[in-house]
């Protein structure tokens, strides 16, 4: 929800959030909005989509996805982890949409009520990008930004305490959000490398066409810190995983990430 009301309020888009007491009630809204020609934006839980593989399910409630039109008792999906249309069942969807839990996505659904006729990203791209740096930089919590990733790599180094099938879960766990799901390889920071190269572009500006550089590096970064969680868990079970090592090439990750969000400021 946080993303869908930073868009309305720096691009003028105008959206309609709608969640919904009982599937039944969510299901016809969403069947009359197709109808009309409306794409939908949803939020679901990824374990009880049918289309995804099940070695790929687990349970994330907060994964959104866009149906654009309804076939008989399917609706077409556009998913960002899949390259191609995807479809699920009517039962199927509305379970996937009103599962229970942490992040219940109650049925939300989103869709556009209004588009602006122009959008000025001379002046809206800089405010956004300094409002990213100074949130992976500052943030209060421990969960979030560079401070949550150093906070994951001291719970790394602490599994060495931990039963080593949880601990070779923990690991893989890490690997499927961070290369598998939808975010276009190393957490999203190959995406955000690229928005940076096309930011640098539109603006002239040399210092974010470097940035967009020194991310895709990160990401290189974060890529080689997963292939070594996936060659650690792929051992024989006799052989130790060396949690330390792990921990110290995230720590490194953090301190390179960090220096492309200073140099955005």
Known sequence: KA???????????????????????????????????????????????????????????????????????EYLISDPVFENPVRSSTHDLERARFVKGMMAPKGLLYYPLALPETIDFVAVIPKVIKKTARAMLKTPVPVAGIRAIYALAKTIGRLQDKDRRYARLFLGHIVRMQEEIGTGGAGFRFIYASFLQEAGVILGDENLKECSRMMTAVGDQWREFALMIAKSIRKKKSLEIDFSALQKKLESVAVAEAQVYRKLL
Do not use: C
């Open 3 to 73: 993303i869908i009301k930073g868009i309305q309020k720096n691009l003028g888009v105008k959206m309609r959030m709608e969640t919904f007491s009982r599937p039944d009630l969510g299901t016809a809204a969403l069947d009359n909005l197709l109808a009309q020609g409306q794409i939908v934006g949803l939020q679901s839980s990824v374990f009880w989509l049918p289309y995804f593989p099940e070695d790929m399910r687990f349970h994330f409630n907060a994964h959104n996805l866009i149906a654009y039109a309804k076939d008989g008792d």
